[in-house]
């Protein structure tokens, strides 16, 4: 740890084409996080809760945020056989019957697929360098494979799962359980255990028309050198959450997890979160609460604040093989606004490394994103997405990426849908490993050279689930 | 038939007359026996609907008398049959077994009661002294379920599939009449019913 090591710059220039993939992935939403599953379980339409998955609208986020229960009692709607694994009765014989439970009559499988093309037409730019110039890149046509498990144990109790393969490799992204109403308040003490995406906001981590994650991740330690897997805010990790929603308007979360760690470690990973929604359908969307027209169940009119800090403490390798410890505090927030059919999301957050560089030395990012929408037909959303980066190292430069992506995003059928979208970037300087490690297709030539604006990349995405 | 033929064929009016008037006495007197008894009848809806069969519809409080009575339950491709039995306080229920596995028959509701293992076509009874429900479980088998609903009076039964309920020989008076549900509830509503007439009440079931 703390070792001094060397970082020829024009390294990143190389690595950004290795991670040119990740890159080009920010185009679309990547993780398709519609889960047929549940559509089976209920016997409901993608529809009910989504708009163009895997964005959801105001009942799918209280569906996601009651632990994956629909509002009231969870089983009052499930039209799906399941198997009785006991009887309501059993409880009166506690502890000298096991507690009663059910098992999904089918097996709470769901499968998707997606990946995009990309085209280059501006053969100078960055995005095209990464694809060896290519006019138009098929290799990632579809790119990844998802297997999902989701379903309950009983009215309280759920489980969610992905296993994610791509480029021949397997990962698995989600496990967790979710220990709903704990307390007699519904919804005000849920305690999920697993593999999960901390809940640092009111909102799905993946309810985003043009992104894999509303909230722009920035894996700085990544960008300063970092050969393992670089902490971000919206990396998937074992932890355990407890959150909920009180009075319907206020949600919160507090939880700690393992983080990214190249070795094991205590855990040094907190975060919190307090949100609340003015306006609208409840948080829970209990007691009736729903959407003024039922023809347009993602309309209302409702203003939602956020506020979250991670603190995350994280042991990774650099490309000398030295081990570094880094602890990073980060706060943020974010604003929804949404008038019927227009929805704008804003945030940022701003977050400070103490051993993010090769030296040893700290460094601040700042990160803001924000995404306009409007439901022009409840199959087509145009969106624009706005994405801010800005990295300041002690003793460095100051170095910048702002990309805006303008696309619009299509349902063919519930479970099927397309995506177009355009990338245009600009960069002032860039880190020691360029921008590729956060997602930037922009490659100035140095520290302090200015790309840009250009355009990146035209993708035409493609998802189905089923 | 027979009869009124011999009354004809005997050609005599005063002896047809009489005839005629001994018939129609008889009549009447059978018809205002079976009058004594109303009906009550009516259709339960459930929201949802999947809940529908764990339905009984009864009188409430201490209505006329009963004869005790034996009804069964039998155990079956491992379900309890029928579902939901309304029987009445006093009555005898005798669990079957026409399964080729053995089975138990507990109850942890009210005074509770574990009737044991009993094997293939094995019996074991019950007396339900007291009313209420009684949620039937086999301890070897988890997943079955019945009810028994043990009411105050004879006045009670269980719906059909699509809802409805028929009370028969009802004594005539007005009364309280509630439906219990597993899982859902409907507010009581009060009938009343005369001689020979049928009263129909329906209710609707919800969280």
Known sequence: MGGQRAHPFNTWVVRAGVLSIVAVLLVSARSALGVPAFARKYGTSCLTCHTVYPKLNPFGEAFRRNGFLFPGVDSDYVKQETVALGQDANKKEFPNSVWPGTLPGGVPLAVGFNGEAVFHPNKGSGGAMADNQAGVNLNDLVAEGHLWAAGSFDDHITFFGELTTSEGSTELELANVRFNDLIKSAHALDVAVGKFAPTLSSFAPHSSYLSDSPITPLSVTALYGATSDSWNVGNNYNGVEANGTLHGRLDYSVGANAGSNVEVQSVGDYYAHVGYKFGGVRLDAEKGSAVPDPKKPWAETALTLDAFYYRSSSRFAASDESIWDDVASTFGGGVRAQWSSLEVDVGAYQERHDHAQASGDAVRGLTGFGEVSYVVYPWLVPALRVEYLKLSPDGGTTVTDLRMVAGVAALIRPNLKLTLAALVERANGAPPDGWGPASGMAAPANATDSVGPELEAVTLGLAFAF | ?207
Not at chain 2, 40 to 47: D, E, I, Q, R, S
């Open chain 2, 1 to 207: 038939m027979r009869f009124l033929e011999k009354v004809r064929g005997s050609g005599q009016r005063k002896n047809l007359r009489s005839a005629v008037l001994a018939f129609a006495c008889l009549a009447v007197a059978s018809g205002a026996a079976l009058a004594a008894g109303a009906t009550v009848t009516g259709k339960v809806v459930a929201t949802p609907a999947k809940y529908l069969e764990e339905t009984v519809v009864y009188l409430k409080g201490e209505v006329g008398s009963h004869a005790p009575a034996t009804a069964s339950m039998d155990q079956k491709g491992m379900k309890f049959i029928p579902h939901v039995l309304a029987v009445t306080k006093g009555d005898t229920v005798q669990f079957l077994n026409h399964d080729g596995v053995a089975h138990n028959v507990y109850s942890p509701d009210n005074e509770g009661y574990n009737l044991g293992s009993f094997k293939p076509e094995e019996s074991r009874s019950y007396a339900f002294k007291s009313a209420g429900v009684y949620t039937q479980l086999c301890s070897v088998h988890p997943e079955m379920l019945g009810f028994i609903f043990v009411g105050e009076n004879p006045y009670s039964a269980a719906v059909d599939h699509e809802g409805r309920f028929t009370l028969k020989d009802v004594p005539p008076g007005t009364y309280t009449i509630a439906v219990w549900n597993s899982h859902l509830k409907a507010a009581e509503k009060t009938v009343t019913v005369t001689a020979g007439a049928t009263a129909e009440v329906s209710f609707t079931l919800q969280r």
